[in-house]
């Protein structure tokens, strides 16, 4: 129903009347053709609605989305004027009712608690709710920041639902009040006429009058709408209208003071309300570009200054105060407030505005600005570690001083946690100073370093202590940080030696070693650390720095000082006196580096008592149950290498050190496990995970001290190396068979010195043989065996055992069982048939189905990979077998493989490629019968072998090529032909072709002649092409020309075009 004039009138003079209840009708009626019913009203009517916004009885009315769609709709008529409407808008001052709106919209919208918005009657809020519930059922999309969860109670439920339609509602409502602004600034600009490219006019591009207000209320306004936008975005609410509504914003604020000279004023209005709104907003990442470019302009142009004075540093921490109250207010309840978080982005954009704006002249001044607005960002976030690195972190890029108060105080955070400590914070404090860390909290520090584990520590504090010790290698500081730390482990009642008992942290201090300190200061500390009453403490520290000692200068001055052979005697006397187990085996391990490092000097007055030691520990561990316990094996390891250090000095006999290696393989590597929870990592820390104390030891014996394991008994080395075997069959892990297979390595290399013991050597491969020719041969003593005599010169085996290694692989390959070890099988069948097959059963049996034949039977799929390789072996087993001087019947044996050959291709030849290549191996191996007079008798069989092969092989390769094949057919049709041209020669040696297989040959031109005839038509198929390669390949075998396949193929390609 259409109201009158008269009663609309009337109704909207009646204040009493709800907004809610009359926008709908004049939103209605002026949507439609307004002239009709009320012509010269619409001023009337924006008076009116703009009036009612400003009431203070219409906060509903500020909130409604209808409202504000209705004025825009206002302001849009066509009978508006629009110098009337902007004279309304500036008498009501319009700015001041958009901030109350944003104003009322931040303290609904804020709470997260709060229930959702519903409108006062339902046809207003039809359109709310068909729009969330629009929004709701396209939220399954990717991305959506409305996609439901199945998760959680039905009360998180719920209040998520609610917390987005209130996003939905809040982000409506900035879309329809943004909406009538930007309506408003582009209207007036029709209306003044303004010219961004006349010169005069543009400082009007700046300021808008028509929004030119009080600066406080254009404070409010923003202030409202970065708290309104912090709302949205901090609740994982997406959207990209934010471009025009900042923009208007500033436009907004710079209207309002521009031509204001009261430039304190405005910084104070920043200050008070804009700083923490912005700096919150700013503490969110993921934040649209054009809120940051304009938060970054407010903090340049407001709050960032000059610091020339005492009166200058006053007025900026003035400034900063409310971003401080924020933050103290925060920790006081023990949370985390927004604001702190944006206080490293905060100091990049003064960094930059201090980059920008101070000339070099003024560079003093600038770096006093950053000092002192990161010195107070420091003392707000005395309880936040994470923010003060970051700080630090942006103060270290961009060289700023801080004051060494600050850097102290950051130190004591950093550590005030009794168990963790927030190591990116220390390592970033190193980097600008590392002396505060040490002068502040020494003990502390080291405290935290002495308890780390380094292998399973985190990374942040392995980086942390990294960045420590390159830091004071880098400051030839070295020796003072030792120094400091000695001094503390010497202090402490129990010692914390956890990171120094570790390879990892011993290996990094040794790397660094003669990086840090000069030969001097090596000896200096050494000597200091050395002191008998010290010994204790320092052990670890000691061993690794004579483990970083490798220069031949360093290694004559300690040796020549005397300090190596006083040390030497305070380990020994030690070792005998204690019964600590985790400290004996430390003592032995320096002992053996200083046995190894300097051989020459004269150890002989201690080296009995050491020697005495070894035997002792030997006694007692190897020949009871100790050595399997936890903690042991270590010390053993350790005691076996200092037995073979102490042999090298001759203070050792070969006998006595034969004894102590025999308990060793009885107690060690014949138990079926050792329970070592600590893996050894000494033996001159070639090895730092093996799994056990025969893994690690084999290694160290296989590279060190082979030339004294080649003197011990012949039964003591088999025993060894095939206890070492079985000890990779039971490895469960294959890190355990990796160790064992390096251990091999070394033992096996062709300059190893096991080759100069020809006993050892001999035993070495009795071993191998002995483990394949084993009833069940584990795979990995197969692999481990197969990968060894790849490693070996083979020319070192016996000849006796080169045939019995092919005999015996040869029986592996027939059972099938390791297929995917075939082609290393065969690799090494080959490599001991090019040495020799004499006495091979191989040999033997060379003219039986079950003999070397059954070869190119293991595997249905022909060719297979190794099928070339099948085939060289039996080639060169008919080939030995021809050149032997020395077998009993090799010409018999040759006429039963050739009449094999035979049988095989009457039987089966055409349909059989295994037939073909048995015979294409003996005719290969036979090549040089003609010129051998001993085999005439073979010769006719051989000529008979050939023809019948090559006839075969035509008519096999006739009646295929050019045939639809399978991929398998035409693989054989290639290796046909492969073996048809070492058959047939160019030079006139070869076979000759009888007149049938020529005709049979000459016949396949129709049918390829036909193929030709398509090359030009682009019909021709990838098979064709396969087909008439396959045929110029056969026609340039049998032509005896010499021409080449390609040729031929390019040739009827040719005559087809």
Known sequence: MVLSTAALTKSLRDKATPLLDLIPTAQSLYRTDT??????????????????????????????????????????????????????????????????????????????????????????????RDAASSASSSGTELGSPLVRTTFGSKANQQVKRDQIRRC???QMLLAAVFGVLEFIRLRYDQIVGRDLETTKRRRLNLTTPIFKSPPET?????????????????????????????????????????????????????????????????SINAIPSDIKVTSAWFLDTYIFQQISSQDKRTDLLKKLEPLATACTVGEARSIQPHNISALPFILELAIEKARKDFSVKQRRHAD?????????????????????????????????????STLEASVHLALNNERLAHWGLLKTIAKIDLDVIFSTSGNAVFSKFSDVDARYCDEAEWHFIEEIVAMSVEARDLENFLD????????????????????????????????????????????????PHAIKTSLVMIDSIIRGVTRIETIDKLGSSGLVVSLFNILTTNALQNDNLKLRWQYIRVLVRLLDLWPMLDFSEFIPSLKKVVMERVTTYLSSSQCSKEGTSKETSLLLTTAFLLQEHSSLSVDELQHIFGSFMVSMLTASEINDAMSWDGGFDTISTALSVSESFSIILMKRFLPVFNQFDENIQRRFITQLLEIASRGNTWASYTHIRLAWFYFVQKDSDVYESTKTRDTLFSVLLSTLQAELVDEFKLILVLETLNQCPLSAVRKSQRSSFIDVLFLILKEQKYQKHHENILNVMNKFAQLSTNTSSLASSIGKHDGIYGILTILEEIPDPTFEARLNLISLVVKHLLESQKHEKPEAQLGAAIDLASRLLDESGIIDINARAWSYCVLQGTAAVNQNTQYSLLSSKLSRLKNMLSEIIIKSTTQNCGEPTANKAS????????????????????????AIAMERISKRREHFDHILSRLTSKKISEEDISHLLCYGRLVAITDGRGIKPTEVAFSLANQGS
């Open 218 to 282: 254009a404070a409010n306004l923003c202030e409202s709408y970065f708290k309104l936008i912090y709302i949205l975005i901090s609740s994982n609410h997406q959207f990209c209208e934010t471009l025009a509504w900042t923009n208007i914003c500033e436009l907004i604020w710079k209207s309002s003071s521009y031509g204001i000279s009261d430039a304190v004023k405005l910084a104070s209005l920043v200050s008070e309300r804009l700083l923490n709104p912005i700096s919150a907003i700013l």
């Open 168 to 170: 939905q509602q809040a």
């Open 35 to 128: 002239a009709v019913f009320f012509p010269g009203k619409e001023e009337w009517l924006v008076e009116w609605l703009v009036e009612r916004l400003a009431g203070e009885a219409a906060s509903d009315g500020r909130l409604s989305l209808k409202a504000w769609n209705t004025l825009l709709d206002l302001l849009n008529s066509p009978n508006l004027n629009p110098n009337v409407a902007s004279a309304i808008l500036r008498r009501h001052k319009f700015v001041a009712i958009v901030a109350k709106t944003l104003s009322e919209a931040v303290a609904r919208y804020q709470s997260n608690h709060g229930k959702p918005l519903y409108f006062n009657d339902g046809v207003e809020d039809t359109d709310m």
């Open 971 to 994: 693989r054989g049709l290639a290796l046909d032909l492969t073996f048809l041209e070492s058959l047939v020669s160019p030079s006139g040696n070869g076979i000759e072709l009888s």
């Open 368 to 404: 006093g600005f950053i000092s002192i607005l990161l010195s107070w960002m420091m003392s707000i976030t005395r309880s936040q570690s994470s923010v003060q690195n970051l700080l630090l972190e942006i103060a270290v890029r961009n060289k700023v001083a801080v004051e060494k």
């Open 484 to 531: 400091k730390w000695f001094k503390y482990l010497n202090e402490t009642k129990e010692g914390q030696f956890r990171i120094w008992e570790s390879d990892r942290f011993q290996s990094f201090v040794a790397a660094n070693v003669e990086i840090g300190l000069a030969s001097n200061q090596i000896l200096t500390v050494i000597k200091k650390f050395s002191q």
